[in-house]
C-alpha cells in the first residue's frame, strides 16, 4: 500500500520549546474539550472527546480507535487501533455549539503511518502528488440541505410548514422565516474566518444553501466536514434535522454538492489562457490548455468518477430524475462541460475556475476532490483534449453518460483504472470501496418496496 502523506512529530518531548502546542493553542482559544475527528469512507464524523488536560497525549499519538468499529476505512476487527494524529493547522473551535469546545481534524495513523483508507490522508496523498509537479489546487464548495421534521410514520416534512412552494428558490420570505438558524450560521462560519458571503433558499421547497469563501484544496474539504456538523447540532438545538441526503422527496430538486476548482503554481493562476485568450484555440472560454487538458480527464473518467461523487444508492433518485416541482433538476445526466451553463457537468463561469456540478450532498468531501484532482491530472499528463465546449443546454453525441444507478457507477470504477488506483495509489484500496458500494446496493435492491408491492401485487 502507497502512503505518502508526511507523518507527524510523535511526542511533545523531542518538540523545540519555542513551539506552540495543542494545548496552547486550545487553551489561549479557552477551549476545555477537543474532538479530535476524522471521517470514514462514507464521511462519516468519528471523534473522541478529548479534556485539553490530555491535548498533549493526543498530539502524542494516544488516543486509539477501533478502526473496524469506527466505520468502511478498510479494518478488520483483528487489525491495530487507528491513532488520531491531529493537524494543529485545523484547530477549529465551535463555542457556539458548546461553550469551550474545539474541533480538530486528525490524520489516522496505524503503526506508525499513515493510514492510506483513510479519506484525509487519501487527499494528502493526491496534493503530494500534485505538489510534485509543481502545482497546488485551490476549491471553493457549495454546501446544500434540506431542513425538516421526522413524522410518527416515518415521513418527512419540510422543518417550516409554510415553504410550500412549488417554486420556492431565493423567496425572501422563506429566507426570513429561517432568519435565526440561517444567521447563527454564517456568524459562526464568519466567527472562523471562513468568509460567508451568501445564504440562499435553494430549488426545493426546506432546501437551503450557505457560501463560503474558497481555500487550499484540504482546508475547504475540512471545512466541509466541520460545516456539515454544525449544520446538524444546530438544527438539533432547534428541533429540525439538517440532511444532505441527495433525494429526500421524490417531487422536488435533490442536494448537490458543488466544487469549484482551479490549479496554482505558487501565486500564479494556471488556468486562465494567455492574455486576449490566444491559447483558448477558439474554444472562446478564455482557458489555457492545461486548463482543457483537465477538464478532458474528468470527462473521460466521469462514470467512474461518479461512484465518489454520487456514493448512495439514493444519489441516482437525483441525477436520474427528469423533472421536479420547480422544472428543472440541476443535475446533469452526461459528462459535458460548456460555458456559464448549470445544466453541464462541468461549467466553465470564468477563465480562472471549472465549477464540477455532478457531485451531491453524500459525496466524502475529501474522496470527490482526491479522485476530481487524480482524473484531471491524468489529463494534463496525457494532454487530454475536451474538443470544443458544448452549447447551452446541449451535450455531444459521444459524450459519456453519467450511470443510471450506484452499481452502474460501481462497474464503471472497477472498469478505469486510473480512478481504481487514485486512492493514495492502491488499487486494492479502489477494489475494497468498491466492493462495500455494490454491497450496500444489493443491500437496498434486497429490500421489498412499496412500489413493488403496488405495482405487482395483482399484476398477474
Known amino acids: ?18 513551539r506552540i502546542s495543542l494545548k496552547d ?39 486509539g480507535f477501533a478502526g473496524y468499529a469506527a466505520g468502511l476505512i478498510g479494518q478488520k476487527p ?79 416534512s419540510t422543518a417550516d410548514a409554510r415553504d410550500d412552494s412549488p417554486r420556492p428558490c431565493y423567496d425572501a420570505r422563506g429566507v426570513t422565516r429561517m432568519y435565526d438558524h440561517l444567521t447563527s450560521i454564517s456568524e459562526a462560519m464568519n466567527s472562523l474566518g471562513w468568509g460567508n458571503y451568501a445564504n440562499d ?13 474558497y481555500a487550499d484544496a484540504l482546508t475547504t474539504a475540512d471545512r466541509v466536514v466541520s460545516l456539515r456538523y454544525i449544520l446538524n447540532i444546530v438544527a438539533e438545538q432547534r428541533g429540525m434535522t439538517a440532511t444532505f441526503m441527495p433525494k429526500p422527496f421524490t417531487d422536488r430538486t435533490g442536494t448537490g454538492l458543488h466544487f469549484h476548482l482551479s490549479l496554482w ?12 485568450g490566444t491559447d483558448d484555440a477558439g474554444r472562446g472560454l478564455g482557458l489555457s490548455e492545461l486548463a482543457y487538458s483537465f477538464i478532458g480527464g474528468i470527462l473521460e473518467h466521469a462514470p467512474a468518477l461518479q461512484a465518489f461523487l454520487a456514493p448512495t444508492v439514493n444519489s441516482y433518485k437525483r441525477s436520474g430524475a427528469t423533472t421536479s416541482s420547480s422544472g428543472a433538476t440541476w443535475s446533469p445526466r452526461k459528462a459535458s462541460f460548456g460555458g456559464n451553463d448549470r ?17 451531491d450532498g453524500s459525496a466524502n468531501p ?33 459524450a459519456h453518460l453519467l450511470p443510471a444507478t450506484l452499481l452502474h457507477a460501481v462497474e464503471a470504477l472497477r472498469r478505469d483504472p486510473v480512478i481504481l488506483a487514485s486512492l493514495s495509489g492502491d488499487a486494492e484500496i479502489g477494489r475494497y ?28
Not at 2 to 16: G, I, M
Not at 110 to 134: E, F, M, Q
Open 201 to 213: 433558499h435553494e430549488d426545493a421547497a426546506g432546501q437551503f444553501e450557505q457560501n463560503f469563501n
Open 78 to 156: 483483528q487489525d491495530s487501533d487507528l491513532i488520531a494524529v491531529p493537524d494543529l493547522a485545523s484547530f477549529t473551535p465551535v463555542p457556539f455549539i458548546k461553550e469551550g469546545l474545539a474541533i480538530i481534524h486528525c490524520d489516522p495513523h496505524v503503526d506508525g503511518k499513515p493510514w492510506p483508507y483513510a479519506p484525509r490522508v487519501i487527499l494528502k496523498n493526491t496534493l503530494a502528488r500534485l505538489a510534485g509537479k509543481g502545482m497546488q489546487a485551490k476549491i471553493g464548495a457549495e454546501v446544500e440541505y434540506f431542513l425538516v421534521n421526522r413524522n410518527d410514520d416515518g415521513t418527512l
Open 343 to 359: 445544466t453541464h457537468m462541468i461549467r466553465v463561469p470564468d477563465n480562472k475556475r471549472i465549477e464540477l456540478r455532478s457531485g
Open 366 to 398: 475529501y474522496l470527490a476532490i482526491a479522485t476530481a484532482i487524480e482524473a484531471g491530472l491524468d489529463g494534463v499528463e496525457r494532454a487530454v483534449d475536451p474538443g470544443t465546449p458544448s452549447g447551452p443546454g446541449e451535450s455531444k453525441p459521444d
Open 265 to 276: 503554481s505558487g501565486a500564479e493562476p494556471l488556468f486562465p489562457g494567455d492574455a486576449g
Open 25 to 63: 493553542i486550545a487553551q489561549a482559544h479557552d477551549v476545555r474539550f477537543l474532538l479530535a475527528t476524522f471521517v470514514d469512507m462514507t464521511g462519516k464524523p468519528c471523534a473522541k472527546l478529548v479534556p485539553v488536560e490530555a491535548a498533549d497525549e493526543l498530539e502524542a499519538g494516544a488516543m
Open 1 to 18: 500500500m502507497t502512503s505518502v502523506a508526511t507523518p507527524a512529530v510523535s511526542a511533545p518531548s523531542v518538540t523545540p520549546a519555542d
Open 433 to 460: 470501496y468498491a466492493d462495500a458500494k455494490e454491497e450496500e446496493f444489493l443491500s437496498w435492491h434486497n429490500q421489498v418496496s412499496d412500489w413493488e408491492i403496488r405495482t405487482y401485487l395483482t399484476s398477474i
